[in-house]
């Protein structure tokens, strides 16, 4: 069936290869792998050149570019094209006791100008809306004079500004009233959730960012009107759904850790699937990820980024070293171990199949006919010594079957929230030599075609997330009141990110009670979702 | 009267004490772990204490613990915590000077010197900040507490069933309002009171409270609780870098140190969470059950536990294996690390452990005021090593 649709073309940066896809719909018309350079850019120049020549394409009938992207975790990384952040927490007299930057890297502090940056200010909210002290303005004030010239972005970050962000907001105004409009502002309460200094760290990295994220839109922008595309530029962040270019100037640290996510939504959109688990099998290891709506289900643990922590959302992944390069150990016919080891790369060089003297999962899989067709991954068969797997003896190769089964039953289980069986998709290089039959827990398995380009098939999704929270006290307040407030700040956030606002709906809610507090005080956190085209 | 003070060496010298253990991140570190362990799930998150002591090791303040039999009978000490809410905390982290000043206010209304801090509970904020308070007023940590665990009332330790109070207690917050409690003997009150407080300032107040004579805490502490958690928190941490199984170092850490034997009674995955906001009398306490389903061995078993903050009981297919005061930890089993009642979700897997409570929590009169009993069980409280005579896995 040919379907109809928009053009839309994605692309996601790895560390090696740039993927890029051209779709209509579900329909994958042409796929591009080129090699990631450098500067990012260039490499996704390339696939978007070869997916345009591929398809035939018209230029002008594309509807939407995307791209997931690793420009600002490599800067952080790398600690380079930084910007010199000028810091101000609005606290004081609270927090004084842990200063803004405690615990980062000395190099990262340095690169974004360090703690001379940094000011405490008098200010802040109460959980209940209260100041905690007024907003000390002038104090505000002096520090910008002191920093203008000398910073390219401002961070600021007010006690119990996710749920009260006036401090926040009337400090933004002073700064850019003094600093002017080139100097970029970022509000936590915009950034991340309660947790003042996992959210403050996130703020200050992304205000280190902007003009990373900055000169990549505009790079990319260029090279995609030069080509005859007038479609508007959207960037992956990192919970797989997109946020428009604009947007991601001022966002830039959503798009850590984006590349997982997009990989697990594009695999979801192809599969048809919206709940179920992702095994994504490689070489070496093997990530799932649990799919709500269409969603990757977050994590509750801290992210940490170039040796920060933070608390921005991000997919909750769990990794297993298993993966097709995996050594089987055995002593004998009994198998003692499944890895932890891989042979990886040199699976050509060290695997049985190969001649080589290790057994690993692929040869298993080899052993017993469950391969039949060549790999794209190889460049040769995907068995050259057939006389080798041949004198394997079948107990040890059927138990180590079993025993990769038990492990994937295993960690699917680990990632599942009801008793239930749940759809399976299993993906990446190594999906073809695991067992798919027979999975506890699982309701069906499926792979879909085109999954090795799942991460540039997610970029095209056209859909936004978002969240936002508020706090209640069920004793005064109506559950369902609150709950509408902040699905409404929510859908807000949404919208700001480039969403239409008809076609947002709630993904979930979350409600976190207040310990240790007399009352029924508590943290409503709802995501939702929308529709960009 | 702080301004007298050298340092916590000058007043170890005074005092012709010469063992002492320094405290550096690494220790400070292996004492929050540990005592997060003995937490039984309550506590809250210990950071932001961490950080905090961390800082004041980094400005070059000393922190030395030294042990409770070498501690001058008429000597004072005090108790310092954050009591409020978790959640307030993580947002709203302390100013610098609130130890120092719920200190001072309470050696001015007690008018003498404070020359010791004393641990309040092992778990959360409050193990660490009894360090960083100690290395802030220039005092030695005595190797004590009140609980060897935590609990959700300030009332509810050995201190008060051995006949001493946390009356006067000082309550203060960062824009320095301070309020003193004292109620007398009235322990309860005071707690009542001093949950008021905090709330009325936003939530979190920090404390100085039971202010013990030196030969007070000889009698009536939990002695070397921080040895306990400090060679729990080793342990696990050893686990961890060596790759062995932290359940069965930080059992063995027990035996060693406190001479007790705990028991690995059960592992499996939270399947219920039943979450109930306040008592009957609204009492502000996060209540609630949550049912794990059982794999590996204990696969068709069922495991239900009770929580008031921290874990209060477990039944395991329906039979009781343990009841407050005793203790129970909800621990990764591959990291050791434990599952507070405040962070727990669906499909977290944990290894239960129960560990029995220290003598001292097990008198009659702390069965009446944390036994079963008091947390509306309509039963009899039996030691933890009575319900569990096979022993548990080990």
């Known amino acids: 069936m040919k379907e109809t649709g928009q053009l839309r073309v994605g692309f996601d940066v790895g560390g090696t290869f740039t993927d890029g896809v051209l779709m209509q719909g579900r329909t994958v018309l042409a796929k591009a792998k080129s090699l990631t350079t450098q500067d990012v850019t260039g490499g996704i120049v390339e696939a978007l050149d070869e997916v345009l020549s591929r398809s035939e394409a018209n230029p002008a009938d594309v509807a939407m570019v995307s791209l997931g992207t690793t420009h600002t975790t490599n800067a952080l990384i790398e600690r380079r094209n930084l910007n010199q952040v000028g810091i101000f927490r609005l606290g004081a007299p609270a927090t004084t006791a842990i200063p803004p930057l405690t615990g980062w890297p000395e190099d990262l502090k340095q690169a974004i100008g360090g703690s001379e940056l940094v000011h405490i200010i008098r200010g802040g909210s109460e959980y209940d809306g209260r100041d905690i002290v007024p907003l000390d303005k002038q104090a505000i004030a002096d520090a910008c004079r002191e920093m203008k010239g000398k910073i390219d972005s401002v961070a600021i970050t007010g006690v119990f500004s996710p749920i009260i962000n006036d401090h926040e907001e009337q400090a933004a105004e002073i700064v850019r009233d003094i600093l002017g409009d080139d100097v970029h502002i970022t509000l936590s309460h915009r950034i991340a959730t309660i947790s003042l200094l996992e959210r403050e760290n996130s703020t200050i990295l992304n205000a280190s960012v902007i003009t990373v994220m900055q000169r990549a839109v505009k790079s990319l922008r260029a090279a995609v009107r030069e080509r005859g595309i007038e479609a508007p530029l959207f960037i992956v962040q990192n919970d797989g759904s997109v946020m428009s270019a604009d947007y991601a100037i001022d966002y830039p640290i959503f798009t850590v850790a984006s590349g997982p996510a997009a990989s697990v939504r594009g695999s979801v959109y192809l599969s048809g699937i919206e709940d179920g688990v992702v095994i994504d099998i490689g070489g070496t290891s093997t990530d799932v990820a649990y799919i709500v709506n269409g969603f990757p289900r977050e994590s509750s643990i801290t992210v940490t980024i170039g040796g920060v922590k933070t608390n921005i959302r991000c997919p909750d992944l769990l990794s297993i070293a298993l993966g097709g390069g995996t050594i089987v150990k055995h002593e004998g016919d009994v198998v003692t171990s499944l890895g932890p080891e891989s042979v990886g790369y040199n699976l050509v060089r060290l695997g049985k199949s190969f001649g080589g003297p290790l057994l690993t999962v692929h040869d298993t899989a080899v052993a017993l006919g469950k391969l039949q067709q060549k790999l794209d991954v190889f460049k040769t068969n995907y068995v050259t010594h057939p006389e080798k797997i041949a004198a394997l003896p079948k107990q040890l190769v059927e138990q180590a079957w079993m025993k990769i089964k038990q492990t994937l039953e295993e960690v699917i289980d680990k990632m599942k929230t009801t008793p239930e069986p749940v759809p399976a998709i299993f993906i990446g290089g190594g999906a073809m030599v695991v067992p798919k039959v027979g999975i506890a827990g699982v309701s069906e398995v499926l792979s879909p075609d085109h999954f090795e380009v799942g991460g540039a098939v997610g970029t095209t999704i056209a859909e936004i997330g978002a969240y936002a929270e508020g706090v209640v006290d069920l004793d005064i307040d109506d559950r369902d009141e609150a709950i509408a407030n902040v699905t409404e700040h929510a859908t807000d956030n949404a919208v700001a990110a480039g969403a239409i606002r008809d076609t947002v709906s709630v993904i979930d809610v979350e409600e976190i009670p207040f310990t240790y507090m007399p009352g029924k005080r508590e943290k409503i956190r709802i995501r939702v979702k929308g529709a960009v085209l | ?394």
């Open chain 2, 1 to 394: 009267m702080t301004e007298k003070r050298m340092s916590a060496r000058s007043i170890l010298n005074e005092w012709g004490v010469k063992d002492f253990r320094v405290i550096d991140k690494q220790a400070i570190s292996e004492i929050t772990l540990g005592a997060s362990i003995l937490a039984t799930g309550g506590g809250g998150d210990p950071e932001i204490g961490l950080l905090w002591t961390y800082k004041v090791i980094d400005e070059g303040k000393e922190i030395l613990m030294i042990d409770p039999l070498d501690v001058p009978d008429e000597i004072q000490t005090a108790s310092t915590a954050c009591l409020g809410a978790a959640i307030v905390l993580t947002e709203k982290p302390p100013s610098g000077e609130v130890l120092n000043l719920a200190m001072q206010r309470l050696e001015t209304y007690l008018g003498r010197p404070i020359e010791a801090t004393i641990p309040l509970e092992c778990g959360g904020v409050n193990s660490p900040v009894s360090y960083a308070a100690a290395g802030e007023l220039g005092v030695p940590v005595i190797d004590v507490d009140g609980m060897n665990r935590a609990f959700p009332e300030l009332q509810m330790t050995s201190w008060v069933t051995h006949g001493v109070h946390s009356s006067p207690t000082v309550s203060v917050d960062n824009r320095r309002n301070v309020t003193i409690i004292d109620t007398g003997d009235d322990d309860v009150l005071a707690e009542t009171l001093a949950r008021r407080v905090a709330m009325a300032y936003g939530g979190i107040s920090w404390i100085a409270t039971y202010p013990l004579t030196g030969r007070q805490v000889k009698d009536t502490s939990i002695l070397n609780s921080q040895s306990i958690a400090w060679a729990v928190g080793r342990a696990v941490m050893r686990a961890r870098r060596e790759h062995l199984d932290p359940i069965a170092e930080l059992l063995e850490s027990l035996e060693k140190e406190r001479n007790v034997k705990g028991f690995r009674v059960f592992r499996g995955k939270i399947v219920d969470i039943n979450r109930d906001f306040g008592s009957e009398t609204n009492k502000g306490f996060t209540l609630g059950a949550v049912t794990l389903e059982g794999i590996d061995n204990y696969k068709g078993q069922t495991a239900t536990l009770d929580f008031q903050n921290e874990w209060l009981n477990l039944a395991v297919d329906g039979r009781v294996l343990c009841l407050p005061p005793d203790l129970i930890a909800i621990l990764d089993s591959e990291t050791g690390e434990p599952i507070r009642t405040d962070i727990m979700k669906y499909g977290y897997r944990g290894t239960i452990v129960l560990i029995p409570a220290h003598e001292r929590m097990r008198t009659p009169k702390g069965i009446e005021m944390f036994g079963p009993r008091h947390f509306g069980y309509d039963l009899d409280y039996v030691p933890v090593e009575e319900l569990n005579t096979s022993g548990g896995e080990n």
